[in-house]
C-alpha cells in the first residue's frame, strides 16, 4: 500500500486540522445563535406545537460522515419518537452547503397534511424543495432526493410516508444562517395551519 504524493502532504499538514477545529466551533457558535432566534420565533407565535415537542432545549449534534464529509445540525424544535417526527433541523454539511428542513413523518404528517395542500401555494416560487427520497436521512440535493417543489406535488404530500421541505444556502453566505434559518422557519408555520 502506497500513499500518494497528496496524501502524503496531508498526512503531514497539522494546519488544516487545526483550522478545521476552529471552523467547526464557529459553526458551532452559529448554529447556537440560530437556535436562540428560532426560540424568538417560538415564543411570537401561536402556532400549537405537537405534544412533546422540544421547545426549551434543540439538539447540536455533529459527525464526520455523510458522504465522507463532517456535518454539523440543530433540531429544533423537534420531536423524534417511534410514532411521529415533527422536527426543525437547521444542517451544515462541509463543503456543500448549509440548509433548513421541515422533517414531518407519522401522526405529525397525517396531522399536518391536509393543511400543507391547502397553504402549498405559500411556499410556492420561494426556491422550497421536496423531499422524494427513499429515506427520510438523506440531505444531499441530487434530483433523486430533493427536487423543487410545485403544485403537483399535492398528489404525493397526500401519499408519501414522510415529508421533508427544504431550502439551502451557499457556504460563503454562513453570517446569513441565523436569518435564512428562522425566515423558512416563519414561512413554514403558517402553512401548517388550517385556514378558519
Same mark, same amino acid.
Given at each position: 500500500?502506497?500513499?500518494?504524493?497528496?496524501?502524503?502532504?496531508?498526512?503531514?499538514?497539522?494546519?488544516?486540522?487545526?483550522?478545521?477545529a476552529t471552523?467547526?466551533?464557529?459553526?458551532?457558535?452559529?448554529?447556537?445563535?440560530?437556535?436562540?432566534?428560532?426560540?424568538?420565533?417560538?415564543?411570537?407565535?401561536?402556532?400549537?406545537?405537537?405534544?412533546?415537542?422540544?421547545?426549551?432545549?434543540?439538539?447540536?449534534?455533529?459527525?464526520?460522515?455523510?458522504?465522507?464529509?463532517p456535518y454539523?445540525?440543530?433540531?429544533?424544535?423537534?420531536?423524534?419518537?417511534?410514532?411521529?417526527?415533527?422536527?426543525?433541523?437547521?444542517?451544515?454539511?462541509?463543503?456543500?452547503?448549509?440548509?433548513?428542513?421541515?422533517? =414531518?413523518?407519522?401522526?405529525?404528517?397525517?396531522?399536518?397534511? %391536509?393543511?400543507?395542500?391547502?397553504? *402549498?401555494? +405559500?411556499? /410556492? !416560487?420561494?426556491?422550497?424543495?421536496?423531499?422524494?427520497?427513499?429515506?427520510?436521512?438523506?440531505?444531499?440535493?441530487?434530483?433523486?432526493?430533493?427536487?423543487? =417543489?410545485?403544485?403537483?406535488?399535492?398528489?404525493?404530500?397526500? %401519499?408519501?410516508?414522510?415529508?421533508? *421541505?427544504? +431550502?439551502? /444556502? !451557499?457556504?460563503?453566505?454562513?453570517?446569513?444562517?441565523?436569518?435564512?434559518?428562522?425566515?423558512?422557519?416563519?414561512?413554514?408555520?403558517?402553512?401548517l395551519k =388550517?385556514?378558519?
Amino acid at each position: 500500500m502506497q500513499l500518494t504524493e497528496k496524501e502524503l502532504l496531508i498526512l503531514q499538514d497539522t494546519d488544516f486540522l487545526l483550522t478545521k477545529a476552529t471552523v467547526l466551533e464557529k459553526i458551532n457558535t452559529l448554529l447556537r445563535q440560530t437556535r436562540e432566534e428560532l426560540k424568538g420565533c417560538v415564543e411570537n407565535s401561536n402556532f400549537s406545537f405537537p405534544d412533546g415537542t422540544d421547545l426549551l432545549n434543540g439538539k447540536i449534534s455533529k459527525g464526520e460522515n455523510y458522504k465522507n464529509l463532517p456535518y454539523m445540525v440543530l433540531d429544533y424544535p423537534a420531536l423524534f419518537t417511534t410514532k411521529t417526527v415533527f422536527a426543525y433541523r437547521t444542517m451544515f454539511w462541509w463543503g456543500n452547503f448549509f440548509s433548513a428542513t421541515l422533517h =414531518l413523518e407519522g401522526i405529525a404528517l397525517n396531522y399536518y397534511r %391536509n393543511s400543507i395542500t391547502i397553504n *402549498l401555494n +405559500k411556499l /410556492l !416560487e420561494k426556491d422550497v424543495y421536496i423531499g422524494v427520497g427513499d429515506t427520510p436521512w438523506q440531505y444531499h440535493y441530487e434530483k433523486d432526493n430533493y427536487i423543487p =417543489l410545485t403544485e403537483n406535488h399535492k398528489y404525493f404530500i397526500n %401519499n408519501c410516508k414522510f415529508l421533508k *421541505l427544504s +431550502k439551502k /444556502l !451557499e457556504l460563503k453566505k454562513w453570517n446569513d444562517v441565523p436569518e435564512f434559518s428562522t425566515n423558512f422557519f416563519e414561512l413554514i408555520l403558517p402553512v401548517l395551519k =388550517l385556514r378558519k
